[in-house]
């Protein structure tokens, strides 16, 4: 007999037949001589019951069987005459894999995120956090469907890299020299002793390599995980994450913008039609606005407007914010989400920033202050997309690298994508885990990755 998924068992048009079910216990209740015992095998949030009774030849076994077990049940699954399911199997066999001691620290009551994070190789067993790592493979699949279904081409950037594409200097290092010892030169360590020969990062991110291939293939897109070695502990911030990077040829900010407001459209939809289960749980017990949030953000038209304007309306608003907002200085979230909940009440686009605040790769403006940048924001998170159009003058991209104090020797491949048939050009980054913050409500990014990385934590 094959094993059948809960998921696909408690459908209505699952025929009633012998079923082979396999996972671990959530609950267990006796009543005169039977067992009724919750199963879950990860596939979807609800539990299947399974009837054992007395007769089983194991049945005293079955009988202890504790939170966190896990077991293969064999069955016939019959309408559940009980309230609160539709299904249910009258096991004819109960297979014990294993039994969890009463040490299990899951026990049948709310924890909280603090101590799930604590045990982040067991909190996935959990209703919430089940949920939310289902949800997070379903954005996967999603994204790369919405670039597959326009054609784009999915690139592999690398994880290991000699350049630094944001230029705040926030890298891991990586080497294999010998760190309380390593070969000097002129006082100074000595990368050319190294595996690569100089100094190598773990990337922050595939944008440049996006770019290469960009400008080859028409439209690409990476999404892997990106680290930057930022010391902070707040709720938006952890060392590792994953970001999703399109890169677009013959494309300027405006059509930036559009694929911009695009995707996150069409996310929000995909999971308001495709995890509605899982959705649920999140509207009840973490964000009871989720629900109007999200389809907020999947029929508003984005508003858009300059990095400029959108100054004027937080220096008119009379709201006291922690940070002071003037022309030059970056938006913090308090801004970006003012913007978006109070003022807009929706998702809009603010574009064209002061070139002092942005990277070296953004296409100068005429007025020569401002650069061709966009941020999307969006209700409870603020920024979730980053991008610009490309600077692809190279004379304006070599004096914005001199300004900088860029050395151009380490980048004369990005500028020879300028010299060899440069074309405008465009893209953006979306960050998964801020993606996977709205569609839920959780409001903490270590609650959305699998094993979060903070300074002073590496378990797991």
Same mark, same amino acid.
């Given at each position: 007999?094959?094993?059948?998924?809960?998921?696909?068992?408690?459908?209505?048009?699952?025929?009633?037949?012998?079923?082979?079910?396999?996972?671990?216990?959530?609950?267990?209740?006796?009543?005169?001589?039977?067992?009724?015992?919750?199963?879950?095998?990860?596939?979807?949030?609800?539990?299947?019951?399974?009837?054992?009774?007395?007769?089983?030849?194991?049945? &005293?076994?079955?009988?202890?069987?504790?939170?966190?077990?896990?077991?293969?049940?064999?069955?016939?699954?019959?309408?559940?005459?009980?309230?609160?399911?539709?299904?249910?199997?009258?096991?004819?066999?109960?297979?014990?894999?294993?039994?969890?001691?009463?040490?299990?620290?899951? &026990?049948?009551? *709310?924890?909280?995120?603090?101590?799930?994070?604590?045990?982040?190789?067991?909190?996935?067993?959990?209703?919430?956090?089940?949920?939310?790592?289902?949800?997070?493979?379903?954005?996967?699949?999603?994204?790369?469907?919405?670039?597959?279904?326009?054609?784009?081409?999915?690139?592999?950037?690398?994880?290991?890299?000699?350049?630094?594409?944001?230029?705040? =200097?926030?890298?891991?290092?990586?080497?294999?020299?010998?760190? =309380?010892?390593?070969?000097?030169?002129?006082?100074?360590?000595?990368?050319?002793?190294?595996?690569? =020969?100089?100094?190598?990062?773990?990337?922050?991110?595939?944008?440049?390599?996006?770019?290469?291939?960009?400008?080859?293939?028409?439209?690409?897109?990476?999404?892997?995980?990106?680290? *930057?070695?930022?010391?902070?502990?707040?709720?938006?911030?952890?060392?590792?994450?994953?970001?999703?990077?399109?890169?677009?040829?013959?494309?300027?900010?405006?059509?930036?913008?559009?694929?911009?407001?695009?995707?996150?459209?069409?996310?929000?939809?995909?999971?308001?039609?495709?995890?509605?289960?899982?959705?649920?749980?999140?509207?009840?017990?973490?964000?009871?606005?989720?629900?109007?949030?999200?389809?907020?953000?999947?029929?508003?038209? $984005?508003?858009?407007?300059?990095?400029?304007?959108?100054?004027?309306?937080?220096?008119?608003?009379?709201?006291?914010?922690?940070?002071?907002?003037?022309? =030059?200085?970056?938006?913090?979230?308090?801004?970006? *989400?003012?913007?978006?909940?109070?003022? $807009?009440?929706k998702p809009l686009i603010i574009f064209d920033y002061p070139k002092n605040i942005k990277p070296f790769y953004m296409r100068l403006n005429d007025d020569n202050q401002t650069v061709a940048a966009m941020d999307v924001?969006?209700?409870?998170?603020?920024?979730?997309?980053?991008?610009?159009?490309?600077?692809?003058?190279?004379?304006?991209?070599?004096?914005?690298?001199?300004?900088?104090?860029?050395?151009?020797?380490?980048?004369?491949?990005?500028?020879?994508?300028?010299?060899?048939?440069?074309?405008?050009?465009?893209?953006?980054?979306?960050?998964?885990?801020?993606?996977?913050?709205?569609?839920?409500?959780?409001?903490?990014?270590?609650?959305?990755?699998?094993?979060? *990385?903070?300074?002073?934590?590496?378990?797991?």
């Amino acid at each position: 007999m094959k094993r059948i998924k809960i998921s696909k068992l408690l459908k209505s048009n699952v025929p009633k037949d012998e079923v082979l079910i396999k996972g671990w216990v959530r609950t267990r209740r006796d009543s005169k001589g039977f067992s009724f015992i919750e199963v879950n095998d990860g596939s979807c949030l609800k539990n299947i019951q399974i009837v054992a009774d007395s007769t089983l030849n194991n049945y &005293q076994d079955v009988s202890r069987l504790s939170t966190g077990s896990a077991v293969v049940i064999a069955g016939k699954l019959v309408e559940s005459t009980g309230p609160g399911q539709e299904w249910e199997v009258i096991a004819g066999r109960v297979e014990i894999v294993s039994l969890a001691p009463e040490s299990y620290p899951l &026990q049948k009551k *709310r924890h909280t995120d603090e101590f799930l994070r604590t045990i982040a190789h067991l909190r996935p067993r959990t209703n919430k956090y089940g949920a939310a790592f289902r949800i997070r493979s379903e954005l996967s699949f999603a994204i790369h469907k919405f670039f597959r279904d326009r054609d784009f081409k999915y690139i592999h950037s690398p994880i290991i890299t000699g350049s630094d594409c944001e230029g705040a =200097g926030e890298l891991f290092k990586v080497t294999t020299l010998a760190l =309380g010892n390593p070969p000097k030169k002129d006082g100074k360590t000595d990368y050319s002793r190294d595996f690569f =020969g100089k100094e190598a990062n773990l990337t922050v991110s595939g944008q440049l390599s996006a770019e290469m291939f960009a400008l080859a293939l028409g439209d690409v897109y990476t999404f892997g995980p990106t680290f *930057r070695a930022e010391n902070s502990h707040t709720s938006r911030h952890v060392a590792e994450f994953w970001m999703v990077e399109p890169e677009m040829a013959f494309c300027d900010l405006e059509g930036n913008m559009d694929l911009a407001e695009e995707i996150i459209k069409y996310l929000t939809s995909y999971i308001l039609d495709e995890c509605i289960d899982d959705l649920e749980l999140f509207a009840k017990f973490v964000d009871k606005s989720l629900m109007s949030t999200l389809e907020n953000v999947a029929s508003s038209d $984005f508003r858009r407007l300059s990095y400029t304007a959108a100054v004027k309306i937080l220096q008119k608003s009379g709201k006291k914010f922690e940070y002071d907002i003037a022309f =030059g200085k970056d938006l913090q979230t308090e801004h970006e *989400r003012y913007l978006a909940e109070h003022h $807009f009440k929706k998702p809009l686009i603010i574009f064209d920033y002061p070139k002092n605040i942005k990277p070296f790769y953004m296409r100068l403006n005429d007025d020569n202050q401002t650069v061709a940048a966009m941020d999307v924001l969006v209700p409870k998170i603020g920024e979730i997309i980053g991008g610009s159009q490309r600077e692809e003058r190279i004379e304006v991209l070599e004096k914005r690298m001199d300004e900088m104090g860029m050395p151009k020797d380490d980048y004369w491949w990005y500028l020879d994508s300028r010299r060899f048939g440069s074309v405008e050009h465009s893209g953006f980054g979306l960050g998964f885990e801020r993606l996977l913050m709205l569609m839920t409500g959780i409001s903490n990014i270590r609650d959305v990755i699998p094993f979060p *990385r903070t300074p002073n934590s590496i378990e797991f």
